[in-house]
Structure formats: structure tokens, C-alpha cells
């Protein structure tokens, strides 16, 4: 093989011109070689098609992998067509990783490039052009070699782990390739919904592609942001199972990716200038991965807070859904069940896991203070439960008194007795002295009851 490219650079450099892989060795640092000069090398591969078969049989990448690998946003539909027509099996060659062209293709779609449109102001918007050759070029590739939607790579990753911003590039994968949905990495065990929830460089798209020169600098890059419209594809539950929920070898969901991504965002104390749009579309993925796990009986309206509830979600996260939706946190849901509700019934279930189920249920005091007075189906408020629970947090305490100070001199409807009694009942295992000393000092006058009798 090495004589074949000799062969090739030879005769390329006879005729005074530099070859195909010539063309294609840019660096990104050098002012005099740092772009594709793309009209070269579509007419090296017309003129020089046998140029193309280079290194297709050896480890190295093949041409056209370098040419997808390049670090520039665009490259024109028509140069891949021009590889496929000279010659056809490069298609099937797969880099020292086991990266396949349609790999790569659908790689670069995952990574956010700068998209600077100053030449023509009149020219189409450059994001859309940049989608739509990219969308053709995977269609060229998955049309030339369909069986490369189930190839994975070394790290046991298939296109599909890394289809994040077109929906259309991602119903092609899926419709070559159904069981990718379900298909998990060897490294890390993720699906393609985690990869799509995660909103940090991951080790594989780092890497820089440029194999042929893997001493060079590594371009910045950083991830686009994920399509709510993908999302919805590779969210979509079956009957045993539901992506959204799958843990990977760490433990991890997207679900549980998809609300660090958005905390860090909401929690950043300087935010820039596009961070409200990020934080929109990753509201709106979220949305997608609640509405697949949370199940709205038929004819009534989805109710994020009282889902994000039930999926614990972050203080943070409750923080924005109820800045989005006030109203629901008054609301009740087909079980007549407040999410303040709902979050004192998960407590009592588990209160071993309540640390942030208490910043949420004092996010939702302070948005409307009316849910501490709210029951639940037995008549009784959250101030009981928790008592009945043992659960403390002094926090969480002071937020319900100060929301419904009533409540401490009310008797609870299904044991008749006073909050703080209740707590100093729970038993053995649940009795919370801490509780009952913070009821007994926001309405000391309640022990008077007692003493009475």
C-alpha cells in the first residue's frame, strides 16, 4: 500500500500538483494551509479517482474518514458524492477505532461549530445550511452502506449514540437500525438517550479525528444542544422498559443527566447571553423525558410540577418549573393530590432520601403558601404526615409553620390529635424530639390542651 500512495504523490507531483491526501493534510494553525480548499479536491477526484482507494485497506484512515474528520463546519454534499462515485468501497472502511464514514458523519453533527456568516448577509442562515448538507451527507453514506447504522465502534458506540440536533438524520438511523435505541455502550453501558442528555465533552468527541496527524493541536469544540424532537425518538418506552429510567454503569439516567446539565445553567451566578435560550431547550428535552415516564390519564392536562415531584427532581429544577407554572402548585391531580402533597406522602415512604425532597417542598411553600393548608384524601395536612414520618428539617419545619401557623394547633382528622402529639407517637423508629420541640415552640400554648384534660 505504501507503494501505492508513493505511486500516487509522484505522479501527482509530475503533473505540479499536489495530491488528493495533499489536499486533504490542513492545518488548522498554519494561516497559508488552514482551510479545504474543496473545488481542489472535488476536481482531484474526478481527474484522479484511483487516489481515493488510498490506505483503504490498512489501519490508517482512508481519505474520504480524513475528509470527515476535517475540523471546518461545512463540507459540501457533492465532494462526498465524489468519493462514493470514485470509489465505492470506501464506504465500508473503518479507522483504527473501528470508526466508519457514516460514524464520523453523524459525529459531526453533534458538535456545536462557529457559524460566522459575514461574507453575504443575504446568504441563508448558516446553521440550517450546515444541518442540511450534513442531513445529505448522512443519507449519501447510510443509502451507500446500510448495515453502518449497526456498526459500533471501539467503544461499542453506533451512530445513533451521537444523533443529538436533527430529528430527520435521526428517524434514517433508527429506521436502518431500529434496536439502536436500545443499544449501550462497552464502556460506560449508556444508551444513545444518555449521550443526548449529556451536555459535556465526552471522552470520544474530544478526540480530535485528524489520525493522520495526531500530534496536532485540538480545535475547541463543544457540544450542540440536544433536539427536543430527538429526544422524543430515543425517549420513546416499550413495553418492559422505558430509556429515560436506564441507569448506566455509574448508576446514572439521562434523567438524572439531563437535571445536572440544567441546575448548572440555572444556578450559574453570571449567566450569559444565551444561556436563556439553553436553558429553554433543555426545558423543553426535559420535558420530553417527564411526559415519557409520566403518564396522564386521558382528557386532563399534563402537570410538570406534580411529575418533577414524583421523579425528584432538584430544588433547582422545582425552582424554574414553578416560575413556569405557578398555578400548579395549588393544583390537584387525578388522585386529588397537591405536589406538596405528593412530596410528604414520598417522605413518609422513604425519609432516609429526604434531604432534597425538603428544598422542594419549601420551594413549593414559597411560591404559594395556600398548599399548607390543603389536605389530602383523609383530611389530614402536610404537617401531619411529616410528623407521623419522623422526618426533620428545620428548614422545611419553619416553612410550613410560617406558611400555615394554623396547622400546629389543628387536630389532624384521622388521629384526632395535635401535630406535635403525633410526632411524639410515631414509635420507636420514627419519634422526632427535634420535631416536636419546634411544633411545641412555634404554638406553646398547645400543651395546654393537655394539661387540661
Same mark, same amino acid.
Given at each position: 500500500?505504501?507503494?501505492?500512495?508513493s505511486?500516487?504523490?509522484?505522479?501527482?507531483?509530475?503533473?505540479?500538483?499536489?495530491?488528493?491526501?495533499?489536499?486533504?493534510?490542513?492545518?488548522?494553525?498554519?494561516e497559508?494551509?488552514?482551510r479545504?480548499n474543496?473545488e481542489?479536491?472535488?476536481?482531484?477526484?474526478r481527474?484522479?479517482?484511483?487516489?481515493?482507494?488510498?490506505?483503504?485497506?490498512?489501519v490508517d484512515?482512508?481519505?474520504?474518514?480524513r475528509c470527515?474528520?476535517?475540523?471546518?463546519?461545512e463540507?459540501?454534499?457533492?465532494?462526498?458524492?465524489?468519493?462514493?462515485?470514485?470509489?465505492?468501497?470506501?464506504?465500508?472502511?473503518?479507522?483504527?477505532?473501528?470508526q466508519?464514514?457514516?460514524?464520523?458523519?453523524?459525529?459531526?453533527?453533534?458538535?456545536?461549530?462557529?457559524?460566522d456568516?459575514?461574507?453575504?448577509?443575504?446568504?441563508?442562515?448558516?446553521?440550517e445550511?450546515?444541518?442540511?448538507?450534513?442531513? &445529505?451527507?448522512?443519507?449519501?453514506?447510510?443509502?451507500?452502506?446500510?448495515?453502518?447504522?449497526?456498526?459500533s465502534?471501539?467503544?461499542?458506540?453506533?451512530?445513533?449514540?451521537?444523533?443529538?440536533?436533527?430529528?430527520?438524520?435521526?428517524?434514517?438511523?433508527?429506521?436502518a437500525?431500529?434496536q439502536?435505541?436500545?443499544?449501550?455502550?462497552k464502556?460506560?453501558?449508556?444508551l444513545?438517550?444518555?449521550?443526548?442528555?449529556?451536555?459535556?465533552l465526552?471522552?470520544e468527541?474530544?478526540?480530535?479525528?485528524?489520525?493522520?496527524?495526531?500530534?496536532?493541536?485540538?480545535a475547541?469544540?463543544?457540544?450542540?444542544?440536544?433536539?427536543?424532537?430527538?429526544?422524543?425518538?430515543l425517549?420513546?418506552?416499550?413495553?418492559?422498559?422505558?430509556p429515560?429510567?436506564a441507569?448506566?454503569?455509574?448508576g446514572?439516567?439521562?434523567?438524572?443527566?439531563?437535571?445536572?446539565?440544567?441546575?448548572?445553567?440555572?444556578?450559574?451566578k453570571?449567566?450569559?447571553?444565551?444561556d436563556?435560550? &439553553?436553558?429553554?431547550?433543555?426545558?423543553?428535552?426535559?420535558?420530553?423525558l417527564?411526559?415519557s415516564?409520566?403518564?396522564?390519564?386521558?382528557?386532563?392536562?399534563?402537570q410538570?410540577?406534580h411529575?418533577?415531584?414524583?421523579?425528584?427532581?432538584?430544588?433547582?429544577?422545582?425552582?424554574?418549573?414553578?416560575?413556569?407554572?405557578?398555578? &400548579?402548585?395549588?393544583?390537584? !391531580?387525578?388522585?386529588?393530590?397537591?405536589?406538596?402533597?405528593?412530596?410528604?406522602?414520598?417522605?413518609? &415512604?422513604q425519609?432516609?432520601h429526604?434531604?432534597?425532597?425538603c428544598?422542594?417542598?419549601?420551594?413549593l411553600?414559597k411560591?404559594n403558601?395556600?398548599?399548607?393548608?390543603?389536605t389530602?384524601?383523609?383530611?389530614?395536612?402536610?404537617? !401531619?404526615?411529616?410528623?407521623?414520618?419522623?422526618?426533620y428539617?428545620?428548614?422545611?419545619?419553619?416553612c410550613?409553620?410560617?406558611a400555615e401557623?394554623?396547622?400546629?394547633?389543628?387536630r389532624?382528622?384521622k388521629?384526632?390529635q395535635?401535630?406535635?402529639?403525633?410526632?411524639?407517637?410515631?414509635?420507636p423508629?420514627?419519634?422526632?424530639?427535634?420535631?416536636?420541640?419546634?411544633?411545641?415552640?412555634?404554638?406553646?400554648?398547645?400543651?395546654?390542651?393537655?394539661?387540661?384534660?
Amino acid at each position: 500500500m505504501g507503494s501505492l500512495v508513493s505511486l500516487l504523490i509522484g505522479e501527482a507531483e509530475e503533473e505540479g500538483a499536489p495530491s488528493l491526501l495533499e489536499l486533504l493534510d490542513v492545518d488548522p494553525q498554519n494561516e497559508g494551509n488552514n482551510r479545504m480548499n474543496w473545488e481542489r479536491i472535488l476536481r482531484r477526484l474526478r481527474t484522479h479517482p484511483e487516489e481515493a482507494a488510498a490506505y483503504c485497506h490498512s489501519v490508517d484512515p482512508s481519505p474520504l474518514l480524513r475528509c470527515l474528520s476535517c475540523v471546518e463546519a461545512e463540507i459540501p454534499p457533492a465532494v462526498i458524492q465524489a468519493f462514493l462515485d470514485a470509489y465505492d468501497d470506501t464506504v465500508y472502511h473503518s479507522d483504527r477505532n473501528g470508526q466508519t464514514p457514516l460514524l464520523q458523519a453523524v459525529r459531526r453533527t453533534a458538535v456545536a461549530w462557529s457559524t460566522d456568516n459575514d461574507d453575504n448577509e443575504e446568504e441563508e442562515d448558516p446553521a440550517e445550511r450546515i444541518q442540511k448538507d450534513a442531513r &445529505q451527507i448522512i443519507q449519501l453514506l447510510l443509502e451507500a452502506n446500510p448495515s453502518a447504522a449497526r456498526h459500533s465502534d471501539s467503544t461499542g458506540a453506533i451512530p445513533l449514540h451521537f444523533a443529538r440536533t436533527d430529528p430527520v438524520s435521526a428517524r434514517l438511523l433508527l429506521d436502518a437500525f431500529p434496536q439502536g435505541v436500545h443499544q449501550v455502550d462497552k464502556e460506560r453501558g449508556r444508551l444513545p438517550l444518555h449521550y443526548l442528555c449529556s451536555l459535556s465533552l465526552e471522552k470520544e468527541t474530544e478526540e480530535n479525528n485528524n489520525n493522520n496527524n495526531e500530534e496536532e493541536e485540538e480545535a475547541p469544540l463543544r457540544l450542540a444542544l440536544p433536539n427536543p424532537k430527538v429526544a422524543k425518538l430515543l425517549a420513546t418506552p416499550t413495553k418492559t422498559s422505558n430509556p429515560v429510567l436506564a441507569t448506566d454503569n455509574e448508576g446514572l439516567r439521562p434523567l438524572d443527566m439531563m437535571y445536572d446539565g440544567l441546575v448548572t445553567l440555572l444556578t450559574k451566578k453570571n449567566r450569559e447571553e444565551d444561556d436563556a435560550f &439553553q436553558i429553554d431547550t433543555l426545558w423543553q428535552v426535559l420535558t420530553v423525558l417527564v411526559q415519557s415516564v409520566v403518564i396522564t390519564s386521558p382528557g386532563k392536562t399534563f402537570q410538570m410540577v406534580h411529575a418533577l415531584v414524583s421523579l425528584r427532581c432538584p430544588a433547582a429544577i422545582m425552582a424554574e418549573a414553578l416560575r413556569r407554572f405557578p398555578d &400548579q402548585a395549588v393544583e390537584r !391531580d387525578a388522585q386529588g393530590r397537591t405536589p406538596l402533597l405528593i412530596a410528604v406522602a414520598m417522605l413518609q &415512604q422513604q425519609p432516609q432520601h429526604g434531604g432534597d425532597m425538603c428544598k422542594v417542598i419549601c420551594e413549593l411553600l414559597k411560591c404559594n403558601k395556600n398548599a399548607a393548608r390543603m389536605t389530602d384524601h383523609e383530611g389530614r395536612l402536610a404537617i !401531619d404526615t411529616l410528623a407521623e414520618a419522623g422526618v426533620y428539617d428545620e428548614q422545611l419545619f419553619e416553612c410550613l409553620v410560617k406558611a400555615e401557623p394554623r396547622a400546629v394547633d389543628t387536630r389532624d382528622l384521622k388521629n384526632k390529635q395535635h401535630p406535635f402529639i403525633t410526632a411524639a407517637m410515631a414509635g420507636p423508629d420514627k419519634s422526632n424530639a427535634s420535631s416536636v420541640y419546634h411544633l411545641l415552640r412555634a404554638k406553646p400554648h398547645v400543651i395546654q390542651y393537655y394539661m387540661l384534660d
